[in-house]
């Protein structure tokens, strides 16, 4: 009993303290059947569920955008979740860290559920004073000469403000298209367009707290299929990131927080 109660203890103290700080990069190749050879080797790094409450402070954030900025990217994507719910005093503090990204492109974001039970407008002006472009329901091309890599956007899911119609509406028949949206099991519904080569999402936090190689017990609506990583739905990639921040009791074991790095890869001809 007594060695149970230690480990017990030690457990919680890991999750507690060692593992919600512990940030993973994960670096993955994605060949896109629809990527022009201009954009090959092109580098998205992803974050999500920053969550800035009490525990996400200033110095953390600060921490995440240096951790991004060394891997290099040419994009910068942000999938969601930026406020934890009903914390609205702190949405003025994000552009103090995030104007500080220095991608070579830009940097882009899209809306989670957190966001909207939050002042909305507030955080897309903060988006917006950080120099990031706010992908609700839009398109933000790139182009190389003729060459176009398409970052679409769909506003939350979850709470009713995705228009997929909207978006593909905007979208040229040519070139990549990525998009991103805060709810990964959206994948079932944007894969089934056909137009889209990689989903990226997060909402999951991978579960937050979990044992190895098991399904998480608690998982949130709309994010209970394709939890955790990597997927292919139909001929769409999928990545769900396990995000940075936390919810409810801010532990995390086994799902670290993460940023991931994309290197593009276009087809051989």
Not at 123 to 139: C, P, V
Not at 206 to 215: A, N, T, Y
Not at 222 to 245: D, S
Request: aromatic residues 8%; charged residues 15%; proline residues 6%.
């Amino acid at each position: 009993m007594k060695w149970f109660i230690l480990l017990s203890f030690c457990i919680l103290l890991y999750a507690k303290l060692i593992e919600p700080n512990w940030i993973e990069i994960n670096s993955l190749q994605l060949t896109l059947p629809n990527l022009a050879s201009e954009f090959n080797g092109y580098r998205i790094v992803q974050i999500s569920d920053i969550h800035r409450d009490q525990w996400m402070n200033p110095r953390r954030l600060k921490r995440i955008v240096r951790l991004v900025n060394q891997q290099k990217p040419d994009l910068v994507a942000i999938t969601g979740d930026l406020v934890t719910r009903n914390l609205p005093q702190l949405i003025p503090t994000l552009t103090v860290s995030l104007a500080n990204f220095t991608p070579k492109d830009k940097t882009v974001a899209v809306l989670g559920n957190h966001d909207y039970e939050n002042d909305t407008q507030a955080i897309i002006t903060a988006l917006k004073q950080s120099n990031i472009i706010y992908l609700g329901n839009d398109i933000y091309t790139l182009k190389r000469g003729n060459a176009m890599l398409h970052i679409a956007g769909v506003d939350d899911v979850q709470m009713g403000k995705s228009c997929l119609d909207l978006v593909m509406q905007q979208l040229p028949q040519e070139g990549a298209a990525i998009l991103l949206a805060h709810e990964p099991d959206f994948a079932t519904t944007s894969a089934a367009t056909g137009r889209f080569d990689l989903q990226l999402s997060g909402h999951s936090h991978g579960g937050q707290l979990r044992l190895p190689f098991m399904k998480p017990p608690v998982l949130p609506p709309l994010a209970k299929k394709y939890y955790l990583g990597e997927y292919q739905v139909g001929n769409m990639f999928l990545y769900t990131n396990r995000g940075l921040g936390m919810t409810g009791l801010h532990l995390r074991l086994f799902a670290r927080p993460e940023i991931t790095v994309f290197s593009l890869v276009a087809p051989k001809n």
